[in-house]
């Protein structure tokens, strides 16, 4: 079964605010766009961070082979309790999913 980061070209995560992250998945063509778009699954991302799958937003581009997720920030930005403030290592995680 192939994982994410082995079929897209790139992928980032940031900073949206002190309240959310977002991810996003370049595909690089769009034979690489539709097979992430139909194999990863907003429930994969949910497990993978512990979240309700309700909350993650999913924006899918197909004109620019891009899929987007925004979720909630499991602890505030800049909190004691924040281990990432800019939200830069969630891309890592996001990129061993298993594509199904």
């Given at each position: 079964?192939?994982?994410?980061?082995?079929?897209?070209?790139?992928?980032?995560?940031?900073?949206?605010?002190?309240?959310?992250?977002?991810?996003?998945?370049?595909?690089?063509?769009?034979?690489?766009?539709?097979?992430?778009?139909?194999?990863?699954?907003?429930?994969?991302?949910?497990?993978?961070?512990?979240?309700?799958?309700?909350?993650?937003?999913?924006?899918?581009?197909?004109?620019?082979?891009?899929?987007?997720?925004?979720?909630?920030?499991?602890e505030v930005q800049g909190s004691v309790q924040d281990r990432d403030m800019h939200g830069a290592s969630w891309a890592v995680l996001v990129?061993?999913?298993?594509?199904?």
């Open positions: 079964m192939a994982r994410l980061g082995n079929i897209a070209q790139k992928i980032r995560s940031k900073n949206a605010g002190p309240f959310w992250l977002t991810i996003d998945i370049f595909a690089g063509s769009k034979a690489a766009y539709e097979q992430i778009n139909a194999g990863l699954t907003t429930a994969q991302v949910a497990r993978l961070f512990q979240a309700e799958e309700a909350s993650i937003k999913r924006f899918a581009l197909p004109d620019l082979n891009v899929i987007k997720l925004s979720l909630p920030r499991p990129a061993t999913l298993a594509l199904g």
